[in-house]
Structures are given as C-alpha cells and as structure tokens.
C-alpha cells in the first residue's frame, strides 16, 4: 500500500467503521470539548475547547495529507453518533512499522467495548493488509486505564522514555513504550482480542 492511498482506508465491523477524518467532522466532535473536557486529560493536544478541538482536527487532517500518518473519526453504527477518534502514525513503509496512537472517545463509549472494535480494525489492517511487522503504542506514564487497555491487547511492554515529552499543562511526562510483532497478532493475540469482543456480546 502507498502512502497516496491512505486517506481512502475505510474500516468496519458491524458495530464499528472507521473512515478518514476530515475538517467539517469538527462538527460532530466538537460537543465533546465542551461536555466532558476531562477525557482529554492525558493527551497532549488537549481539544478541550471548541476552538482546540478546531485545531485538533485540522492538524489530524494535514497529518494525513504528509503521507505518514491517517487520523480516523470513529463512528458507532449502533447509537448512530460519532464517538471520537484515533490514528495510525510514523508509518515507515520501508521498514514495515507503525503507531497506533492519538486516541480518544466520549465517555458514553468507555467500558462499551468500541475501543476493542477499534484496535481489531486497524490491528488487522496493518498485519494482514499492509502487511508491516511491527505495531506500537506510547503512553503516558501515569494513564493507567489507558496502559491497561493496550496491554489487553496482547502488547509487551518495551520500557519507558524518562521526562520524555514536555505537558500543555507544564512540566514533562514519561511515556511508557508498548508493542506487538506480526508473528504474535497470528499466533494468539488476534485469536484473544476476538474473543474479548464477543465476550461483549458484540457481532461483525
């Protein structure tokens, strides 16, 4: 797959789909900067304000058009709302390997299992379709829900960058380093993150 194509990727389940975010979804996001600008508070782009979350979708749009990166809005075909976002990034065709990152969802969405939607489609992109060997995530050191999430997943952690990333809020963070490798997604986590999904009851 060429970079050119990515801005094309639709993904989907029957709960889930996946498509490329653009500048008038702003619209649809927006309300969550002003209802609950608490789900927001460990990523560093903070789209906590209306006009943040204008920004926060702008930049995610240009990101795509550099050819490295494809920022997703989330849609929950059940309650028929968009739910939140998340990214593929630092995709390195020639070395075959990505970032799945910059993720975030209202608070309505948490515990409904969407996340786990989520990271089967992209997950499942990236082995089987872009074939790549390599899947990473970043974290904040001190997000322990999210951290928790990504090692549902299968991930191993790798270690941790120490005052690694400066914060909107001051000071600076540690980011914790997680991953999956290609053979792994085959030989059990694919089968496991299926099985969690419809633990939730959830159908594709």
């Not at 990473?136 to 997943?153: H, M, P, V, W, Y």
């Amino acid at each position: 797959m060429h970079s050119n194509a990515l801005s094309e990727i639709q993904l989907e389940t029957n709960s889930v789909l996946l498509r490329p975010l653009q500048a008038n979804d702003n619209q649809y996001l927006q309300h969550y900067a002003t209802d609950s600008p608490e789900i927001f508070t460990y990523l560093l782009a903070q789209p906590n304000t209306a006009e943040a979350m204008k920004s926060h979708v702008e930049q995610a749009v240009t990101s795509t058009q550099s050819g490295n990166s494809i920022a997703f809005i989330v849609y929950h075909k059940t309650t028929q709302e968009y739910a939140g976002c998340t990214r593929l990034y630092d995709i390195d065709f020639e070395h075959k390997n990505l970032q799945i990152g910059y993720t975030w969802y209202g608070k309505k969405f948490w515990g409904t299992g969407i996340n786990k939607h989520c990271k089967y489609l992209l997950l499942h992109h990236a082995f089987e379709t872009m074939q790549f060997e390599r899947v990473g995530f970043r974290a904040d050191a001190r997000n322990e829900r999210s951290i928790a999430a990504i090692k549902s997943l299968g991930c191993q952690v790798e270690g941790v960058l120490r005052s690694h990333m400066y914060l909107p809020q001051g000071g600076r963070r540690d980011s914790i380093l997680l991953s999956m490798l290609k053979h792994e997604w085959f030989s059990h986590c694919k089968t496991n993150l299926l099985a969690q999904i419809h633990a939730k009851q959830s159908t594709f």
